[in-house]
């Protein structure tokens, strides 16, 4: 086979209603099988004494016959004059969702079958529309087993009115409606005398029309950052930032903007590994920039272009998801969301609709979604994440859900939730509700330690002397008889953060639980200090919101990349010691923290 | 972006994801066409980097220039070679060409198990040492969570039901019935303790494609794959008493190209020279369940 276009076909529809059949005919029609393959199969059935079945050529090729039925999506290729094909065939089992949601995601177009005897199944409906939410526009339907239909116009005109009445609910147009059998070949790969009151093209002919996935180069650029290299080891010292364009493009000297962090800086180069110099390139490249000034940029931000219309921030939003998870999906449960590079901590907030399979009418009062429901939902970050409406550009509006290591349920971003209220505001509401107080008062502690209590998180970039003027400060406050505590990140991670698997990954529950800890230990009337590298602003205004109605202080050293929030204090990168620390407790003792005698 | 270049953005983003979400990984380097166009592709990811180390199952009935190939490239490219070995076997002559078990009991015992012990870190780790040029015993003992495999679907069957991120048991089984799904670019990179995913870049590439690369790129491939004078060559590489050569004047990458083009090999399974796929009807299929790459 040549190194042609290569088009990815699905096929998808009930079971049983031939799409095995289709494949085998396509695959003889093309002149597609291997030598002597139809000839072989045909004289195994005459052996066996049972009527040949195109659909057997498959299960020949792909010798999987272990239960009768497909079990998984897998591949066969065909090519015409034009280009290569790919069919993708995906089981129609009800059981095997996940195996068809795999295939039809894989491709650029897809063929839904329908028997023309049997009419519109369940799995015809819920096929059709998890093609629409895996964004699959190019979509033929072929209502196929004609012959058992006698060839009949009614027959395939009924069908096509239902069928496009339900399409046009859920926002899909079909590209044709191709009556064909399979079992005769009518329509397969040219027209047929049976069906001469038809005019549309054949399958064959309309495959040859769909189109290659778009390159998207005319959109706004949106690359999500996979990761930022840096392989000293290797006496390399570029600090690479790399992932795949999803869309637009891009050139040297471009300014960009990475979010949700709101962090800007400038191209400076297109970087390459046995590849010309680039000054320019664009979607759908996986490739890496250098920039000109070094920040502190996590990955998962989507970089943007400036000028170009941005994604939305925010951390609740509206989505269609259809769940194929063994555990439905409920509320009050912390699951992974990953959409593009990103991966944050989710919740399912409402459940605003869910829709019966088989009708796709809805079903009201549902509290949760279970296996194979497909529903309309709010739900929201532990943070803010960026993202598009799929309907502006689908690679950074669609997402998965992880629950219990396995990818649950997937899904599109159709809107931005209007309510301003949080799942964090809501736990520390009712957090401080609950909150069990001993005898002694917080104005009595403060009294006998000479001090309030006060939670001191210092950041910026790693190498900027953060630690030593954290540790300082806690030396300078304990001489001077006050109540503080120098918790250093790894003595955390090692031991209450132990059961995580990654402090990176989980970085909202590490964070989570650096605020829960400090609400505490402010409550004892410790000055309790931390260091965390590189946060952000979201990050900040969690541990805020955590450690309330206790106080917070930040102090970033280094550059101020926080474009929302503002930290009580900025040094300069490498301020000296001593210096820092006097200018900390000066402001503690003039916001009334620590006595004036202390300066 | 024609049909190479858009295999290469989908390889290189499958294995940048690989290196976000496994500290342990691991690639696996069969020294052949396929793994070797896999590392060049992490080249490309990493930018002229392979960040992780690459291990090599040294059957011990691999054709030598296999094996002078394979240092010299490492050492040129700087890598951090692994090589497993199943050395109870081979010193109690449990091999087939020691003919005291048949060919899939052999690949079982030599292949297999070698990767399954290797990769858990249960038996040693050889490592070269970049400058002496031998191999040290490595002190890193720990398991790999992430292997990359450079499987193509178009191989053969059982293939072509692989994941890009694909999940084994602890044993290294696979069920082959109940894989994750996967989304648009979203993979399975979430993994219960004691299991780990096997990664697969290469499995849109066909046969083809990996030559075509091959000489777009000019990636330097041992010279087994071409006509060795005598009107033969080999097309899969494995252990010499079980792998056959076709019948092929094709002299360099070019040649090589032109001949598959022509259709020559298009009803000949790819693999049809190794002779351990024929002894059982699944073969291949019950290996792989097994963990066999
Ligand atoms: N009469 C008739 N039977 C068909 C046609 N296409 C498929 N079938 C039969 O329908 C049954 C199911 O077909 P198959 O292709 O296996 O369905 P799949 O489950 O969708 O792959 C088989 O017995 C086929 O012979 C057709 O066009 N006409």
Known sequence: METKNLLKIVIVGHVDHGKSTIIGRLLADTGSLPNGKLEQVQENCRRNSKPFEYAFLLDALKNEQRQGITIDMARCFFKTANRNYMIIDAPGHIEFLKNMVTGAARADAALLVIDAHEGIQENSKRHGYILGMLGIKQVAVIINKFDLADYKKDVYENIVKEYSEFLKNIGVTASSFIPASGRFGDNIVKGSENISWYKGPSILEQLETFALKPDNLEKSFRMPVQDIYKFTEQNDERRIVAGTIETGSIKVGDDVVFLPSGKENRISSIEGFNSPVRKEIGAPYATGFTLATQIYINPGEIMCKKGDALPTV?????????WMGKAPFIKGKKYKLKLAAARVNAELVDIINVLDASELSSIKGKKQLDRHDVGECIIETLKPIAFDFVTDIESTGRFVIVDN??????????????????????????????????????????????????????TGDKDSGTREIAKNLEQGLFNLNLNVYYLGMSSLVGGLDSDMKAVIEDRDEHIRRIGELARIMTDAGLIFITVIDGADEYDLDKLKLLNSPNEILVVNVGEN????????????????????????KGLMSASDIIPSYCI | MDHLESLEAQSVHILREAYREFKSLVMLWSIGKDSTVLLWLARKAFFGHA????????????????????????????????????????????????????????????????????????????????????FDIDVNKEAYTGVIVGVRADEEGSRSKERYFS???????????????????????????????????????????????????????????????????????????????????????????????????????????????????????????????
Not at chain 1, 435 to 451: D, F, I, K, Q
Not at chain 2, 62 to 67: A, D, L, S, V
Not at chain 2, 93 to 119: F, M, N, V, W
Request: hydrophobic share 30%; with cysteine.
């Open chain 2, 51 to 134: 960040p992780f180390p690459l291990m090599h199952i040294d059957t011990a009935f691999k054709i030598p220039e296999m094996i002078e190939y394979r240092n010299n490239i490492a050492l040129e490219w700087k890598l951090n070679l692994i090589v497993g070995q199943n050395k109870k076997a081979l010193e109690e002559k449990q091999t087939y060409p020691d003919g005291k078990i048949d060919r899939l009991t052999c690949c079982r015992y030599l292949k297999s198990e070698a990767l399954k012990h290797t990769l858990a870190g249960e038996w040693p780790r050889y490592r070269l040492n970049h400058s002496t040029g031998k």
């Open chain 1, 561 to 584: 990349y926080y474009t929302k929030f503002s930290p009580d204090l900025n040094f300069p990168a490498n301020t000296p010691v001593k210096e820092a620390t006097e200018k900390i």
């Open chain 1, 314 to 322: 925010a951390s609740r939003f509206h989505v269609n998801i259809f």
């Open chain 1, 405 to 458: 290591y396995e990818i649950a349920g997937g899904g599109i971003v159709i809107g931005k939730a209007e309510d301003e209220s949080s799942l964090l505001k809501d736990h520390v509401q009712k957090r401080e509700y609950s909150w069990e107080r001993g005898l002694v008062t917080s104005s009595v502690r403060a009294g006998r330690n000479h001090h309030r209590g006060k939670f001191i998180v210092f």
């Open chain 2, 167 to 293: 999940p084994r048991d602890k044993q290294s089984d696979w069920n082959v019935d109940d894989q994750p799904p996967e989304l648009w670019n979203q993979y399975k990179t979430d993994f219960a303790p004691g299991t780990h995913i096997r990664v697969h870049p290469l499995l849109d590439w066909t046969e083809l494609n990996i030559w075509e690369y091959i000489e777009k790129e000019n990636i330097p491939i041992t010279s087994l794959y071409f006509d060795n004078g005598k009107g033969k060559r080999y097309r899969s590489l494995g252990c010499y008493p079980c792998t056959g050569s076709v019948e092929s004047t094709a002299r360099n990458v070019k040649e090589i190209i032109a001949e598959l083009k022509s259709g020559k090999f298009a009803n000949i399974a790819e693999r049809s020279g190794r002779a351990q796929d024929k002894d059982d009807g699944g073969g291949l299929e019950t290996l792989r369940r097994e963990g066999y790459m």
